[in-house]
């Protein structure tokens, strides 16, 4: 097992460190941005369904929910088409609103998540074009789709999912390119741009793992909070959920994500000077918006971690923790700013002694309802 390990002492930190290869490996062939070039025969296939999509439902479960969610941003942004995120045991259940034109993207690192794969049944009873993305080749969701792309994230073994996450998202970001590029709702010098920023994604991640020793000593101060709190907007709003979640499942703290501006309708009641609040507050369209949060948090004495880009000078005079993550397009961003919730929920849960690859109540893939 130590060999599998890699010279790691845990499945999960190498897995952590294996994303800029595993992002490499789920653009490999898809994405040559000197050519504008975007390749996934699956879409092309049933390029005319996407094209004229009047509304994507992604059903997933946990992380892969996650990933769902930045896919939602990203679609709606890019291709504007209409999308809706739904946990695959709730969609199941509901008798769901499904016509003709509508796509669902089942999302699964596993391939086997017994909701996911419920739902996506149901989907296609109704007679929606069902759609892939999946980690395990020949694994049941992916046998069961119409059609589908694969991660290539190479087997996660550890249970709480990172390499996976971040593949989910690579190759929901090259889905939303093409849907963009093929609908004309992207300016053929703005694709390429972000083809571009895309390509630099592997080198930016390598760097943010840089972060490990710097997030090793704050995890040292935090690794006896009872509770944390996880705030984002908009891109960075699922990676706050995830981070969260990661926290929860490994090192058993409770973990809120959540929006930062729904703050105030609520979770502000629980800020005091014992509180750590991680607040993603990268340069983006929010960036002013989330830093009048983190003063809403500062003034009732929260302990506020900042996850900022590179040469920010405005966010290290206002919290007690600054992690500087390289810059990217904002639509990229969920792949490096999660980098450091990853390791951050990786250090505190070695900590306290938790069993970092078998956390107590999880299976890695939940093939019951
Ligand atoms: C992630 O850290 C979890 N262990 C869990 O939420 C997981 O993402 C979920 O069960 C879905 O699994 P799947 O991607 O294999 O379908």
Known sequence: ESIEKGGYPHFMLK???????????????????ENTQLTMSSIREYANRFKNAERIIIVACGTSWHAGLVAEYM????ARIPVEVEYASE?????????????????SQSGETADTLAALELAKSKGALIFGVCNVVGSSIARATDAGAYTHAGPEIGVASTKAFTAQVTVLTLISMMLAEMRGTIEASALRQLMMEMEQIPSKVEKALELDAEVQVISEIF??????????????????????????EISYIHAEGYPAAEMKHGPI?????????????????????????????????????????????????????????????????????????????????????????????????????
């Open 15 to 33: 897995e952590i460190f294996e994303q800029p290869r595993s992002i490499l490996d789920s653009m490999r062939g898809r994405l040559v941005a």
């Open 223 to 248: 690794k006896d909070a009872t509770n944390f709190i996880y705030l984002g907007r908009g891109f960075n709003f699922p990676v706050a959920l995830e981070g969260a979640l990661k926290l929860k």
């Open 91 to 107: 969609f199941r259940y509901r008798n769901p609103i499904i016509r003709e034109g509508d796509i669902v993207i089942a999302i």
């Open 269 to 369: 009641a629980l800020i005091d000077e014992n509180m750590p609040v991680v607040v993603i507050a990268t340069k983006d369209s929010s960036y002013e918006k989330v830093v009048s949060n983190i003063q809403e948090v500062r003034a009732r004495k929260g302990r506020v971690i900042a996850i900022v880009t590179e040469g920010d000078t405005v966010i290290p005079q206002m919290a007690e923790f600054v992690i500087e993550v390289p810059s990217t397009h904002e639509a990229l961003v969920p792949l490096i700013s999660v980098i450091p919730l990853q390791l951050l929920s990786y250090h505190i849960a070695v900590l306290r002694g938790c069993n970092v690859d078998q956390p107590r109540n999880l299976a890695k893939s939940v093939t019951v309802e």
């Open 75 to 78: 679609i709606e942004e890019l």
